[in-house]
C-alpha cells in the first residue's frame, strides 16, 4: 500500500505537492536571516527568548536596551574565556607573556590542555616573536568573541523586541509564543 501512495503522491503535479503557506506573524521589521532562522526552528526561537527574557528581563519581560546588555555580557564572557589560559600564564602580572611563562604554565596542564595553550598563543602571537603583549591578545580576544557569536545569534536575541505587540517598550514571552504558535501547525 505505501509504494502505490507514494506513486500517487509523485504523480500529483507540483503545485498540488506544494503545502498550503501557513499565517505568518513575523514582525517585518526583522533582517531577512533573522526571520529565516526562526521560521526554519520556532521552537529553538521560542526557548532562546524564553532564556533571554528569564535569565536578563525583569517581571517577565525585557526590552531592548536590556537585550544589548545581555549581548554585551555575551562578548564579555567569550572575551575573558579566550584571554583566560593567558592570565593564568602571566606570572608576573604585568600583561606580557614570555616564552619563559607560557611554558611554565604549559609544565602544569594535561597534554591536551598544553596543546590547546600552545595552539593558541602561536594564534594570538601576531608577530612570531614568541611572547605575547596585550596589542596582540586584544585582537586575538575578539576573533574568539566572532568565532563563538555569530551575527545571527545576535540578530535572533534582538529578534526578541520585534515581537512586542502592544509597542509598550517591553518584550513579555506571551507576545512571543503568541505570534510563533501561527507559525505551527494545531496538533
Keep these: ?10 504523480a500529483l503535479p507540483a503545485t498540488a505537492q506544494e503545502a ?3 499565517p505568518i506573524s513575523l514582525p517585518s521589521s526583522l533582517p531577512p536571516d533573522v526571520a529565516e532562522a526562526i521560521l526554519a526552528r520556532p521552537d529553538r526561537f521560542a526557548d532562546m527568548a524564553a532564556d533571554l527574557i528569564h535569565g536578563h528581563g525583569t517581571g517577565g519581560t ?15 564572557f567569550y572575551r575573558t574565556r579566550a584571554l583566560r589560559p593567558f592570565h593564568e600564564s602571566d606570572l608576573d602580572g604585568d600583561g606580557t607573556l614570555t616564552p619563559a611563562e607560557l611554558a ?3 609544565a602544569t596542564l594535561s597534554p591536551p590542555g598544553r596543546a590547546r595553550l600552545m595552539r593558541d598563543a602561536t594564534a594570538a602571537d601576531a608577530d612570531a616573536d614568541g611572547t605575547l603583549t596585550p596589542a596582540e591578545l586584544a585582537p586575538y580576544a575578539q576573533a574568539q568573541v566572532a568565532r563563538a557569536l555569530r551575527p545571527l545569534d545576535e540578530g535572533l536575541m534582538r529578534a526578541a523586541a520585534a515581537f512586542d ?3 509598550d517598550g517591553l518584550t513579555a514571552l506571551t507576545e512571543i509564543t503568541r505570534a510563533l504558535r501561527t507559525l505551527s501547525p494545531a496538533d
Design 62 to 76: 525585557i526590552s531592548p536596551a536590556t537585550i544589548e546588555t545581555a549581548i554585551a555580557l555575551d562578548r564579555a
Design 165 to 167: 505587540a502592544d509597542a
Design 20 to 22: 498550503a503557506p501557513l
Design 104 to 106: 611554565a604554565r604549559a
Design 1 to 10: 500500500m505505501r509504494p502505490f501512495l507514494l506513486s500517487a503522491l509523485l
